[in-house]
Structure formats: structure tokens, C-alpha cells
């Protein structure tokens, strides 16, 4: 079956740092990959998506490229912020299915 | 502005209780999920629902039930609640062809003592 498989966490950095967090899948077909973020004390957001191998979604400073050969969809920032802390989770969909696969979640701080 | 609404925030429930869990959507989707969250282990789907009355399992449907009788409210039911389904829930709903847009509600954290 389809799964997801995020870097484990926690992540913490300070303010301006470069982040990457790496996720990588398997999946049967051509999936379309997303990122989500959950701030705290809210529900989930998607963040970005990309639906084929080459693209790059992005957002608020957020990037991501679906990577067909390595099968990996890794989020990058060039500078986070204290704002940015958060829980990132990584998802694909793929075919016909009717539900998102998830990873199982990073946890973001950015310290000032 | 859409809305996923969650019946509550927080709550307590005692080992053995029936427990109702409600979810109202005001988009008009069609499809609409329950979710549970536990640390590491991300979300796991639990049901979901793609027209009134129609539901399916998902992933870990164990110990669940779900009642979909109006488009917009999605349950999630407990028949007997046991301290290992202490985690949050979310729940999330999606236009039919769109699962990966799915609009999530603010999360019920069920604590079972």
C-alpha cells in the first residue's frame, strides 16, 4: 500500500536558519504529493502541492519539488522564522483513492 | 470563509461511556473524514464518507462507528469508550474530486479515564 515516511523530529533552529525537512514515499502510480502545517492549537492547512514528477509547489517562502527518481517531496525554507513553528506533514494521494496517505508529522521551533 | 466546526475542544470521558463526536461542514462537500492524531504516528484515517448514509472504513475503524444522516454533519461514535482511544480527533471534508483539498476542523482532544 501507499505510505509516507517524514524525517523524525523534533526539529528546532533559530530564527533565519535554513530548513529542510526530507520525505520520501512509496506509492503505486503517479501520486500527487502535498504539505501541510498544523499551527498550534488549530487544525491542518495545506501548505503546497505539486501533482507531477518535475513540479515545485510553493508558498509563504515554502518550497517542495516532486523528485520521481527518489521518490521524495522535501520542504525547504532559506529562512524561517518564529512563526513558522509548527507541525509539517507530508501527504500524497494517489489514483482513484479517495483519502490522503500521511507521514507522521515534524515538529518545528524556531527559537528568536 | 469555509468552516470545519468540531463539537468541542476538550473533553473527558470515562472508560465504558458512549461518546459522541460531531463534525458540521459549510462548504457542501461531499466527502468528509475522521482522523485520529497520535504523536509519531501522524494522522491515521479512521472513516470516511463520500454522500449521506455512505461510509467506509479506513484504516483503524476498530471500536468506531460513524452516522452520516445530513450532508454537512459527519459523527463519530465511541460505543464504548476504553482509555487507549484517549488521542485528538480531527475531522476534515473535500469536494468529491479534490481529496487532497480537504478543510479540517480545529481537533477534539478525548481524554478516557
Known amino acids: 500500500g501507499d505510505s509516507v515516511t517524514q524525517m523524525e523530529g523534533p526539529v528546532t533552529l533559530s530564527e533565519e536558519a535554513f530548513l529542510t525537512i526530507n520525505c520520501t514515499y512509496t506509492a503505486t502510480g503517479y501520486p500527487s504529493l502535498f504539505w501541510y502545517v498544523q499551527y498550534p492549537g488549530e487544525g491542518l492547512q495545506l501548505l503546497l502541492k505539486?501533482?507531477?514528477?518535475?513540479d515545485k509547489g510553493s508558498n509563504k517562502g515554502f518550497e517542495a519539488t516532486y523528485r520521481k527518481e527518489t521518490t521524495s517531496f522535501h520542504l525547504e525554507k532559506g529562512s524561517v522564522q518564529v512563526s513558522d513553528s509548527a507541525v509539517y506533514f507530508c501527504a500524497l494521494v494517489s489514483g482513484s483513492a479517495r483519502q490522503l496517505t500521511f507521514g507522521s508529522g515534524t515538529q518545528l521551533t524556531v527559537l528568536p | 470563509d469555509v468552516k470545519v466546526t468540531q463539537s468541542s475542544r476538550y473533553l473527558v470521558k470515562r472508560t465504558g461511556e458512549k461518546v459522541f463526536l460531531e463534525c458540521v461542514q459549510d462548504m457542501d462537500h461531499e466527502n468528509m473524514f475522521w482522523y485520529r492524531q497520535d504523536p509519531g504516528l501522524g494522522l491515521r484515517l479512521i472513516y470516511f464518507s463520500y454522500d449521506v448514509k455512505m461510509k467506509e472504513k479506513g484504516d483503524i475503524p476498530e471500536g468506531y462507528s460513524v452516522s452520516r444522516e445530513k450532508k454537512e454533519r459527519f459523527s463519530l461514535i465511541l460505543e464504548s469508550a476504553s482509555t487507549n482511544q484517549t488521542s485528538m480527533y480531527l475531522c476534515?471534508?473535500?469536494?468529491?474530486?479534490?481529496?487532497?483539498?480537504?478543510?479540517f476542523g480545529p481537533g477534539t482532544r478525548l481524554t478516557v479515564t
Open positions: 476534515a471534508s473535500s469536494p468529491p474530486l479534490g481529496p487532497s483539498l480537504q478543510y
Open positions: 505539486a501533482t507531477k514528477a518535475d
